[in-house]
């Protein structure tokens, strides 16, 4: 069978399982919709928590990412697992306990104020709305590429089936969606990964695998390296290339940015207890990291391979896959020096191909002649990482319209049945919106992911981390923190990003920061000015000092509620 | 709960997240990023050690630094009882 009916096959079977879930979990009330009911086990929660975090990117680009960065790679896999641990000390407990659907919801109240809940509204509004734009791509690119469908069809298929289970379900239809998602997901990425492994180094685990010796008894990373540097290329396990500065900073701003994305975050309102919120960021680390880990594996075997098999070697024998990448561009070959050779070397004005980062994890089992049904499977996988990230992001935007904007400011006397119906609508029209947008994406949606980032980290991370650990901390001090941390990173972003219009240029780059890394200075910004702001100023009323020392403690926390 | 017992959970409550981010800092940001280089020189297998941490080692260690921490908590919260039954 061909890999195209394999795909058909693979696809569609995981698609039945992912309505059928979701058929099964519909949701009856505004807390199912919102939270699930509030009854999610903290392993499906971890689960699900898992799928949701990892996106197409996580799954199809970043382990190409890496086989192209070497070291450098670190920033993403410490960036953005890192995030969970101060998660799970510094946030979902509180969070848990304080008890409410939506961040704009703990912002609100804590700082009991309706000015400082719409900055938040705005905010998770935005980060949420640039980032299903990109996943909705995803999904397109997937189906137009292994289906041989238009990109627009693509896509359609992909809001029909997210609408389906996000409309019906809401939270709790997503969330055992997800758990089926990220079965899939895992399975599909590891398998090839130990296939590969057993290949090259003869060891079934390949975290272990890459640090292995190779048939010839030399180790792989020593063999990389020595290929590397033949080429010219850095190094494949050092610093190279990449400035220290940079990869601090943006582990750093990917770290912090996890841990205030609205979309994570509520993930830990929908456990039972305070102790079950805790343990489910445990379990939604060890579950993601069983990616994260398996990635730089991927990532060192593909980078040995292409070099194994394109260097030096003459184009008329090139493999299939070679040829089929090349059809979509994605590929390219000039053959400089007449000799008919592929000459793939670090000196741009030598270098022969380019290849497009991005297909690695895709081409991969195909340049390690793995079975059709692997490549389907791997295509199965991307689906449910882009569909599961793109379910739970939109409900996010749901949610703040529903309850934060209608129920909470315009319509306070709205029925909790017209509420439902009106978080219906609001996903329905989010993911028409997120379809049309990812239809014709601006050109600068991988762009503004880095905004979402820093947004993220130098808004809501301080404002939610203040709120829990300073008592003293008002609602002046918070909403000026938020301003200027928000207006300071997205400046900064707009200034040195020339996809965005800024004059700014590389050199101009204080302390040589790009701007993926500037959250961190914004984050600390906000910390600073909340702080200074909140001493000059009245101390909060007496009943928010008592929630705050309510929420330091986990007895007592209740199902969450919206009242 | 009186307030004496409130102030003393919730300081040993920070002693334990100074500790445990303090390791969190110390595995990333040291072994991974700050100290990479020097770490390099030192192989474990076919692994470089500060390449090994940077790409491996401190996942890892994030992981299990959350269930110390959810293990400690529930701990402390039975101790000063203030678990939920």
């Known amino acids: 069978m061909t890999v195209q009916i394999w795909t058909f096959i693979i696809v569609g079977l995981t698609f039945f399982l992912y309505i059928g879930v979701a058929i099964w979990a519909r949701a009856g009330s505004t807390k199912e919709f919102y939270v699930a009911g509030g009854g999610v086990s903290p392993l499906a929660n971890g689960m699900a928590t898992a799928a949701d975090w990892m996106s197409a990117a996580s799954y199809l680009s970043m382990a190409g990412l890496i086989s192209f960065m070497g070291y450098g790679g670190a920033q993403y896999l410490m960036g953005w697992t890192g995030g969970y641990v101060l998660l799970a000390l510094l946030l979902a407990p509180y969070l848990r306990k304080f008890g409410k659907f939506t961040v704009p919801d703990f912002i609100g109240e804590r700082y009991y104020s309706k000015t400082a809940r719409l900055v938040a509204l705005l905010c998770a509004i935005l980060v949420s709305f640039t980032y299903v734009v990109g996943q909705m791509k995803g999904v397109g690119v997937a189906f137009a590429r292994f289906l041989e469908v238009e990109f627009a069809t693509g896509i359609f298929i992909g809001i029909a089936i997210v609408f389906f289970y996000a409309v019906l379900g809401g939270m709790k239809g997503i969330t055992y969606t997800q758990v089926a998602q990220y079965c899939v997901l895992i399975f599909a990425f590891t398998v090839p990964a130990i296939f590969i492994s057993l290949q090259m180094v003869g060891n079934p685990i390949p975290q272990l695998g890459f640090g292995g010796t190779m048939a010839d008894g030399t180790y792989l990373l020593d063999k990389l390296n020595q290929l590397s540097t033949d080429l010219g290329f850095a190094e494949y396990t050092s610093m190279g290339m990449n400035d220290r500065i940079n990869v601090f900073f943006i582990t750093a701003s990917l770290m912090l940015g996890t841990a205030g994305l609205p979309h994570v975050i509520v993930r830990f309102f929908t456990v039972p207890k305070v102790r079950d919120a805790r343990k489910s960021a445990g379990y939604a680390l060890l579950f993601i990291a069983i990616l994260y880990t398996t990635a730089p594996a991927v990532a060192t075997f593909a980078r040995t391979n292409l070099i194994q098999t394109v260097s030096n070697k003459s184009y008329s024998e090139m493999p299939t896959w070679f040829k089929k990448w090349e059809e979509s561009k994605l590929i390219t070959f000039t053959d400089k020096n007449n000799d008919g050779r592929i000459q793939y070397v670090a000196d741009k004005g030598k270098n022969e191909l380019v290849i497009d980062r991005d297909i690695m994890v895709l081409a991969n089992p195909e340049i390690a002649n793995l079975p059709a049904w692997v490549i389907a499977l791997v295509v199965a996988g991307g689906l449910a990482a882009a569909l599961s990230t793109a379910a739970g992001l939109l409900l996010v935007i749901a949610t703040s319209i529903s309850h934060d904007l209608l129920k909470k400011n315009l319509m306070p006397n709205i029925s909790e049945k017209g509420e439902l119906t009106a978080a219906r609508i609001a996903i329905a029209v989010a993911v028409v919106g997120a379809g049309l947008a990812g239809l014709n994406p601006p050109g600068f949606v991988a762009q503004v992911v880095a905004l979402a980032f820093g947004l993220a980290a130098s808004s809501f991370f301080p404002a939610i981390i203040l709120g829990i650990f300073d008592k003293r901390m008002n609602k002046e001090g918070a909403i000026a923190g938020m301003i200027v941390g928000i207006l300071f990173t997205a400046a900064y972003i707009w200034y040195f990003k020339p996809q965005l219009g800024g004059p700014g240029t590389p050199e101009g780059y204080w302390f040589g920061i790009k701007p993926e890394g500037i959250g961190v200075l914004g984050m600390l910004l906000n910390l600073v000015v909340s702080l200074v702001v909140s001493r000059m100023t009245s101390e909060p009323p007496q009943e928010i000092q008592e929630l705050v020392e309510d929420i330091r403690i986990p007895r007592g926390a209740g199902a969450a509620t919206g009242h | ?85």
């Open chain 2, 1 to 85: 709960m009186s307030n004496k017992d409130l102030n003393q959970y919730w300081k040993t409550n920070l002693k334990y997240l100074i500790i445990l981010l303090s390791i969190w800092f110390t595995v990333s940001y040291g072994c991974g990023i700050l100290f990479a280089d020097a770490l390099n020189g030192i192989k474990i297998g076919g692994f470089p050690l500060g390449f090994w941490f940077a790409q491996q080692g401190s996942i890892y260690v994030f992981v299990v630094l959350i269930f110390v921490y959810v293990n400690l908590m529930n701990k402390l919260d039975k101790k000063f009882d203030v678990d939920e039954k």
